[in-house]
């Protein structure tokens, strides 16, 4: 905000241009330090679309964790966004290293996001060497409140140095890894602004004790976070890293956007819990079976939506379609997804059930792969148009897993009945 001539910056892993103890984004004219902590609260609450605005060049350090901005986002409250997240799916794991210190991070295949983080630093040091985190996890208290820390014998040449002036007391984790001289000790002393218990063993000065149990690998793991939040959108994969830090989480996260396939292709699992079950779609729908073609509905939005048919043998159109070789009929693929998208176009009256859709007609239909039994169609539908006139006109696709089933272009009238 104090560069308004400056064009806003886009985060993605390709802006990233330093990794030196933080992370530091770049589009050539807009530059910002420090990003990670503030990424990893708003990546963990689930918001993707965000305007930040800074009136420096570095992110507010605060105490050196993400809770501060955890904290402010749940005050502040979230909004529904326009956009449904489908996330990006892997096809093959991803692994990135760093030859130079042996680092390594890498992301598998998974269901739901789960990350995971094991330090290199002595044990001794600094307490437990791992830190799991799994979709669904109370990320609040267990990995906002960690803080940054720092190993003594990083430091201390740089306070010899002259340099990093000025430290809050409390607002990281100041780790003791090895013994200290008489004069590390005063430098520590003038660094963080007060006369420190001096020790022979390691571990955390009495001025900064832990937090957590195993504080220094939970915040490896929060950066991590903050570094995959570059992805702008949810990844299912499960990620490891050795010798965590912001260069091999960074590349990773660059290596996935190259690599993954994405986006758009929505997915189904059965853990899910649905917007709406068929009771409640029968409710919306005048269809009943054996002509209901829709089984769940799992996101809706305003201009978007998400639905499921699980298609089994006791479909009836299979008896003829065909005998020894069934295959569900392209027409019909299209008539459940027009019922999905029918359920859409119907949110956007206050009484649904008062009204019907009729579809006026489908352009631009293909059909890619076949559809047998076992399988599970999740159909994507979005408003291509604004409604205007009661006329809806929206693009549709139906997947099996990663791959398209069939696709086309509606256009159809909601007019209430009669």
Not at 86 to 92: D, E, F, K, V
Request: aromatic fraction near 6%; hydrophobic fraction near 40%.
């Amino acid at each position: 905000m104090d560069c308004p001539e400056a064009t806003p910056l886009r985060v993605s892993p390709s802006c990233v241009t330093d990794t030196d103890r933080r992370t530091t984004l770049s589009n050539g004219e807009t530059t910002v330090h420090t990003a990670e902590h503030l990424l990893s609260a708003l990546y963990a609450a689930g918001i993707y679309h965000a305007r930040i605005e800074l009136t420096a060049s570095e992110i507010p350090i605060l105490d050196g964790s993400a809770l501060p901005w955890w904290e402010a986002i749940h005050q502040a409250g979230c909004s529904p966004s326009p956009q449904l997240e489908h996330g990006i799916t892997l096809q093959a794991p991803i692994r990135v290293e760093d030859p130079e210190t042996g680092a390594w991070a890498e992301a598998y295949p998974a269901d739901l996001p789960s990350f995971e983080v094991t330090l290199s630093h002595e044990a001794e040091a600094v307490g437990p060497v791992n830190a799991h985190f799994r979709s669904g996890q109370d990320y609040g208290a267990n990995i906002a409140p960690a803080r940054t820390f720092t190993i003594a014998t990083h430091i201390t040449p740089l306070i010899h140095r002259g340099l990093l002036k000025g430290a809050r007391p409390g607002s990281g984790v100041l780790v003791v890894d090895a013994p200290l001289t008489e004069s590390d000790w005063l430098a520590l002393n003038d660094f963080v602004g007060e006369t420190l218990v001096r020790r022979d063993d390691v571990g955390p000065i009495p001025l900064t004790p832990f937090r957590l149990p195993n504080e220094p690998a939970s915040h490896k793991l929060l950066d991590l976070i903050g570094d995959i939040a570059l992805l702008g959108q949810p990844i299912r994969a499960h990620i490891r890293t050795f010798k965590p830090g912001h260069k091999t989480n960074t590349l990773l996260a660059q290596k996935i956007m190259e690599d993954a396939s994405t986006k758009g292709i929505p997915t189904y699992h059965p853990d899910q819990t649905p917007l709406m079950d068929v009771t409640k779609i029968m409710s919306i729908l005048p269809h009943r079976p054996p002509f209901l073609l829709v089984d769940k509905i799992l996101e809706m939005s305003e201009n978007e939506i998400v639905g499921m048919k699980a298609v089994t043998m006791n479909e009836p159109f299979f008896t003829g379609h065909f005998p020894g070789a069934p295959v569900m009929p392209g027409v019909l693929q299209l008539e459940a997804m027009a019922q999905v998208g029918g359920i859409l176009a119907l949110s956007t009256v206050p009484d649904p059930e008062n009204y019907l859709t009729y579809f006026l007609k489908m352009d631009q239909v293909k059909f890619k792969n076949k559809v047998g039994p076992g399988d599970t169609l999740v159909f994507h539908l979005q408003f291509t148009e604004p409604i205007r006139r009661g006329i809806v006109q929206m693009r549709g696709q139906a997947w099996v897993g990663s791959k398209l089933a069939s696709e086309g272009h509606f256009t159809a009238l909601i007019t209430k009945d009669k």
